[in-house]
């Protein structure tokens, strides 16, 4: 069988791999020249299903909990399994517990377990939560590094190619997000930062909790970090706005002043398609299948999606439309 795929983000290149696996010839056209400068270049990494249940519903933690294993077996050595480290300051204590009632597996830490587990943060915090199955990885070498290995399987690429004029392929997976013509997507804009400076080091993903503007950084190597990230009902590609950097920064300086001295090595805005509900979807119309709607959480529920996408194009009845367990 062969399988185009259009769009080579992370809904694409997970597909791709899930397609060749099973034995598909696979072609990726993407329009863009090289791998890059789409949502999921600038997306923050984190496998974090339970975190994420806080503002996202059951399915999301159902389709994410083996997010990290695929990645780990696909890209080996690029998943990071150190936990996520949620914290907050005194005056908003309250925001803890609030974020520890509609979440689950972590346990609370205390100033001193705090400062074992980031010693840069001791001091800091008086109390945080754990969440130890969590884990993290870095998009731009996951992706780098996913686009190897299905090279490697024989899967061809075809950069700044517009996937509408190729024909002769039994099947077409449909990974374009927002460019997709589906009127019930819609846009949101995600703003973050890479700040660099030598003053901090961060073993894990650490959250604070603010009640204006919650903020997540991300360690990269190098003594980077990715600062982010802002949620915009906008399709705006345009670049950051002054009141996200700066808010984004203060929330940055609030987990460690040291952030304050950094150097903006780089900012970048995605924006990120979602459904009304903020769930993904497969959809099969056709020939074509579709797989969208993925939201804030990309590297986390591309490899659940990829899978339904492959086990739809294989299966012998072919159905109209396979809904995605958020569905069911």
Request: glycine share 8%; net charge negative.
């Amino acid at each position: 069988m062969r399988v185009l795929v259009q769009g080579a983000g992370v809904a694409g290149l997970t597909a791709a791999f899930e397609l060749a696996t099973r034995g598909a010839a696979v072609t990726v056209a993407e329009t863009r020249h090289a791998l890059g400068s789409n949502a999921s270049w600038f997306a923050g990494g984190m496998l974090a299903p339970w975190c994420e249940r806080e503002s996202a519903e059951q399915p999301v933690l159902d389709l994410g909990r083996d997010a990290a294993d695929w990645w780990e077996a696909a890209t080996p050595g690029q998943v990071t399994r150190a936990g996520t480290l949620v914290v907050t300051a005194p005056r908003d204590a309250g925001e803890l517990d609030r974020f520890a009632s509609r979440t689950s597996g972590h346990r609370y830490l205390d100033e001193d377990e705090i400062a074992s587990l980031e010693p840069d943060l001791a001091g800091r915090f008086r109390r945080g939560l754990l969440f130890p199955d969590e884990a993290h990885l870095d998009p731009r070498r996951a992706m780098a590094a996913l686009h190897d290995r299905l090279a490697a399987m024989g899967v061809e690429f075809r950069f700044g190619t517009d996937a509408r004029h190729i024909s002769g392929f039994d099947r077409r997976i449909d990974c374009t997000g927002v460019a997709t013509d589906d009127d019930r997507l819609r846009g949101v804009r995600g703003e973050m930062l890479i700040l660099r400076t030598p003053d901090v080091s961060l073993s894990r993903p650490v959250r604070l909790l603010h009640p204006r503007f919650p903020l997540y950084v991300v360690p990269r190597t190098g003594r980077r970090f990715m600062v982010g990230a802002t949620m915009i009902e906008s399709q705006s590609t345009g670049p950051v706005t002054a009141r996200s950097m700066m808010e984004l920064l203060s929330a940055a300086c609030a987990l460690h002043p040291a952030f304050g001295e950094a150097e903006i090595v780089e900012t970048g805005v995605g924006v990120r398609p979602a459904f009304p509900d903020n769930l993904p979807r497969v959809e099969a119309r056709g020939s074509t299948v579709a797989i969208n709607g993925l939201y804030r959480h990309g590297f986390l529920l591309a490899p659940a999606m990829a899978r339904q996408a492959a086990e739809l194009v294989f299966s012998q009845d072919k159905p109209t439309e396979l809904a995605s367990e958020t569905d069911r």
